[in-house]
């Protein structure tokens, strides 16, 4: 897998990816080997997963999204955001509308590239990161619908403030480790039109089209949603295509009680909500952009030879795998298969090695 639990055994491991607290500092950087003291620091702040360097195959690029340097910007300003908002002063909103324009730039710079947004996050600050990943989701959904750059940049600050009115709720529902009462669950849903009049009070001058976002984002086609179970033709675009995002990032993430569904999970359900609770050709455009199988990720093929994903195709749900154990487990020489070709598929995702499979490196 590309992520791994926090844990003693990852002394002397090296971090591929660096770890970054919620109020966007660097707490330890990409390539510091990791010591029992930076394991014992990592998991007093909450973090439960760590990107680590790859020893069965170095090379491995794992799936880009956007540069660690803007998504640090990025959720520095949604933390700076909801500090605004929790302390009723007006929110930097010619800052977050720069970032909006930041991450359109290098979103459409990146092209057809596929997601994997394994974004390693501490148990609380899940908002602000998440807010990040539903901004970057939201405006490859906004590109592939031929919205116009005025448009996205405006998509991109309701999708980076769409859940704003969490900072008004209190602490112990937001990071409660288990499923809310339906009373915390009422309380919890609040946050949407809280949102939106504190955007309208701290940020007089954003866009209408922006700050509805917060308020209508859980609004569903069929009318199941909230605050106003509103339809399909009276929720604006923008929220349907947050919602697609927000559902997405949300089901593959882990939570302080649960562990995130796995990519392919996450998209049946997506899909199965296609057309009753969102529309299913912004469901497409997402899935069209994000990695069903993320490279780094262990799969079992169709033939029972097993190997680990080196690379995304075009073709989401066919990607290029590295395989590097026969049926039974025992290593075999690295070649690189894409699924697809002559009938092959990924039969499953795996979780942990076999054992058999150890003593080729561990992980
Ligand atoms: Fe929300």
Do not use: C
Not at 141 to 149: K, P
Not at 250 to 257: E, G, I, L
């Amino acid at each position: 897998m590309r992520v791994v639990p926090v844990g003693p055994n990852l002394a002397g491991r090296r971090l591929a990816r660096s770890v970054v607290l919620k109020d966007g500092r660097v707490l330890l950087k990409a390539g510091t080997v990791l010591t029992p003291q930076y394991i014992e620091s990592l998991s007093r702040r909450g973090f439960q997963w760590v990107h680590i360097h790859h020893e069965l195959l170095p090379d491995l690029a794992l799936d880009a999204d956007i540069s660690e340097e803007l998504r640090i910007r990025a959720t520095e300003q949604v933390f700076q955001a909801a500090e605004a908002v929790a302390r009723r002063r007006p929110l930097d909103h010619v800052g977050i509308e720069r970032t909006a324009e930041m991450l359109l730039e290098e979103v459409r710079a990146n092209g057809d590239v596929v997601y994997g947004l394994a974004v390693v996050r501490a148990a609380d600050d899940d908002t602000f990161t998440h807010s990040v990943n539903v901004a970057v989701l939201s405006l490859a959904i906004g590109l592939r619908s031929g919205l116009t750059d005025r448009l996205l940049r405006r998509l991109g600050v309701g999708a980076l403030l769409h859940d704003i009115g969490k900072a008004l709720l209190p602490k112990e529902i937001l990071t409660k480790p288990g499923p809310l009462t339906d009373e915390e669950r009422e309380i919890l849903k609040t946050h949407t039109t809280l949102g939106f009049h504190a955007l309208r009070e701290e940020a007089p001058s954003m866009s209408p089209l922006s700050t509805n976002v917060a308020l209508s984002h859980h609004e569903r086609l069929d009318g199941s949603g909230y605050p106003r179970g509103i339809r399909d033709p009276e929720i604006h675009l923008f929220s349907k295509i947050v919602a697609v995002a927000d559902v997405w990032d949300a089901m593959v993430s882990d939570r302080p009680y649960r562990p995130g569904l796995s990519e392919v999970e996450a998209a049946r359900t997506l899909a199965a909500g296609a057309g009753r609770l969102f529309r299913p050709e912004l469901v497409q455009r997402l899935l069209l952009r994000v990695a069903v199988f993320p490279t780094g990720t262990y799969v079992r093929l169709s033939d029972g030879r097993a190997g680990v994903v080196t690379r995304q195709t075009p073709e989401p749900t066919q990607p290029e795998v590295t395989v590097l154990w026969d049926r039974r487990n025992r290593p075999v020489k690295p070649a690189t298969v894409r699924v697809g070709e002559e009938g092959l598929y990924i039969d499953a995702v795996m979780d942990h090695l076999p054992s058999a499979m150890d003593g080729h490196g561990r992980l």
